[in-house]
């Protein structure tokens, strides 16, 4: 599942925040009947050739996809693609995660990388759980569990710099991984003057029940991070912080509080928080008009 790779986007006019893929697998419609079987997406999979994939989930295939559960995908069209698995009934449903192709072991005090099958769309300050790599550090113990982004040198793979000194590696074989939490790219407004922001999210239906919670959030330092208050724009002067759902096939319009508004409080940076995610895509684009 992959994804815009951690970035700060400046400047005035229109301001993409970026694609966040689904935190959780992301689901598939059908596979066929062939050898090598082809895989239908209803949403755009964002792989390429050579990517490698892991099976979770798979609805009356024979045989299972997750009979053979690690993939090397052949990309046919941006909703379809083949793994070589000769199949004789075909299957009506599926999902795939993340797979993790290895942890390597590490000297002390350095942090431990994960490297993933495919672009992994992590930013820093995401986090991420990765199942049955059998992965273990000296400092910070078993590695199948919820870990934190501190670095991301590449869009396949990434450092978690909580656990150092890995001792036993990550296996390149039954390790694969979904995201927890995750952000879009980061908005520095710093020495920018401008006038007002509106933010357009846009939901992209996967299947199964597509929705995710995103909170705006804003931030000083980029580090401590709060809810921006906002309004839909059709009802400008009603702001609210809450927590918002997206669905599927939305597009909604917000208006960001702005400086000179009684709720506006400063800050330099703007993100998108999104959580408890599953099967769907989202996009959103900030609007900046500049002052003057």
Same mark, same amino acid.
């Given at each position: 599942m992959p994804g815009t790779n951690a970035a700060s986007p400046t400047g005035t006019g229109l301001v993409q925040l970026g694609t966040m893929y689904p935190g959780g697998a992301f689901q598939i419609v059908s596979n066929s009947i062939a050898n090598p079987t082809v895989v239908t997406t209803l949403a755009p999979h964002g792989l390429t050739t050579g990517d490698v994939i892991f099976w979770t989930s798979s609805t009356t295939s024979s045989p299972a996809l997750t009979a053979t559960p690690r993939n090397v995908v052949t990309v046919l069209s941006a909703t379809t693609f083949s793994v070589p698995i000769n199949v004789t009934v075909a299957g009506t449903a599926g999902a795939y995660h993340l797979a993790v192709t290895s942890i390597p072991v590490t000297a002390a005090g350095v942090p431990a990388t994960v490297n993933f099958g495919s672009m992994h769309g992590l930013r820093i300050g995401d986090t991420f759980t990765p199942v049955a790599t059998g992965a273990v550090a000296a400092v910070g113990g078993a590695m199948d569990a919820a870990l934190t982004v501190t670095a991301v040198p590449t869009p396949t793979s990434v450092v978690v710099g909580a656990f150092t000194n890995v001792t036993t590696p990550g296996s390149a074989t039954a390790g694969h991984s979904s995201k927890t939490t995750y952000n879009s790219d980061t908005w520095d407004n710093k020495g920018i003057s401008y006038q007002g922001v509106g933010l357009v999210i846009t939901g992209v239906q996967n299947t199964g029940t597509p929705s995710t919670k995103c909170d705006i959030q804003v931030?000083?330092?980029?580090?401590?991070?709060?809810?921006?208050?906002?309004?839909?724009?059709?009802?400008?002067? $009603?702001?609210?912080?809450?927590?918002?759902?997206? $669905?599927?096939?939305?597009?909604?319009?917000?208006?960001?509080?702005?400086?000179?508004?009684?709720?506006?409080?400063?800050?330099?940076?703007?993100?998108?928080?999104?959580?408890?995610?599953?099967?769907?895509?989202?996009?959103? $684009?900030? $609007?900046v008009l500049p002052r003057g």
């Amino acid at each position: 599942m992959p994804g815009t790779n951690a970035a700060s986007p400046t400047g005035t006019g229109l301001v993409q925040l970026g694609t966040m893929y689904p935190g959780g697998a992301f689901q598939i419609v059908s596979n066929s009947i062939a050898n090598p079987t082809v895989v239908t997406t209803l949403a755009p999979h964002g792989l390429t050739t050579g990517d490698v994939i892991f099976w979770t989930s798979s609805t009356t295939s024979s045989p299972a996809l997750t009979a053979t559960p690690r993939n090397v995908v052949t990309v046919l069209s941006a909703t379809t693609f083949s793994v070589p698995i000769n199949v004789t009934v075909a299957g009506t449903a599926g999902a795939y995660h993340l797979a993790v192709t290895s942890i390597p072991v590490t000297a002390a005090g350095v942090p431990a990388t994960v490297n993933f099958g495919s672009m992994h769309g992590l930013r820093i300050g995401d986090t991420f759980t990765p199942v049955a790599t059998g992965a273990v550090a000296a400092v910070g113990g078993a590695m199948d569990a919820a870990l934190t982004v501190t670095a991301v040198p590449t869009p396949t793979s990434v450092v978690v710099g909580a656990f150092t000194n890995v001792t036993t590696p990550g296996s390149a074989t039954a390790g694969h991984s979904s995201k927890t939490t995750y952000n879009s790219d980061t908005w520095d407004n710093k020495g920018i003057s401008y006038q007002g922001v509106g933010l357009v999210i846009t939901g992209v239906q996967n299947t199964g029940t597509p929705s995710t919670k995103c909170d705006i959030q804003v931030s000083l330092d980029n580090v401590n991070w709060f809810n921006a208050p906002y309004a839909v724009i059709t009802a400008p002067q $009603t702001l609210a912080v809450a927590q918002l759902t997206v $669905t599927a096939a939305s597009s909604i319009n917000y208006k960001i509080a702005s400086p000179g508004e009684v709720n506006y409080f400063p800050y330099e940076y703007l993100r998108l928080h999104f959580s408890t995610s599953a099967d769907i895509l989202v996009s959103a $684009t900030l $609007t900046v008009l500049p002052r003057g």
